[in-house]
């Protein structure tokens, strides 16, 4: 989601880590960066998990995704006049994600990068955009 929304993707990684957090994804924004795509890159990995597991979790209660809500949360809250207003665009954009990431050629790229880092615990820019870019172009 990163590549796509015009990010530099320094490192993705699923090496455990000391505190039990199990991914790891370091992005460089560009200064013109856009809030929603942020929100957006910040919640497409529970997405991803929701569509594999055909389970409609709602990101904000599960326990393995607080990190991700509270970074999405804290993107969104800024821009919004109450906490219900930013509960509102949040979950629009987690059913706008899902949406989307349960296409088949979007599917298709998450399952490709998914594959290239379970097979080498780590991968750079480059190899994420090649994986994205050839299911998405």
């Not at 989601?1 to 994804?25: I, K, N, Q, T, Y």
């Not at 393995?64 to 821009?79: G, S, T, V, Y």
């Not at 080498?120 to 190899?127: F, M, N, V």
Request: hydrophobic share 45%; with cysteine.
């Amino acid at each position: 989601m990163a590549v796509v929304s015009g990010a530099l993707v320094e490192r993705a990684s699923v090496e455990p880590e000391e505190d039990g957090f199990h991914g790891l994804v370091d992005i460089r924004w560009p200064r013109r960066s856009n809030r929603i795509d942020q929100i957006s890159v910040a919640l497409a990995g529970p997405v991803a998990e929701m569509i594999i597991r055909s389970e409609p979790f709602h990101p904000g209660f599960v326990p393995e995704w607080a990190h991700d809500w509270k970074q999405a949360w804290e993107l969104c809250r800024p821009a919004c006049p109450s906490d219900r207003e930013c509960l509102r665009r949040m979950e629009g954009i987690v059913a706008k994600l899902y949406q989307l990431l349960s296409q088949d050629r979007w599917w298709a790229a998450v399952a490709a990068v998914s594959d290239m880092l379970d097979a080498h615990d780590e991968i750079e820019h480059e190899t994420i955009a090649y994986e994205v870019r050839n299911w998405l172009e």
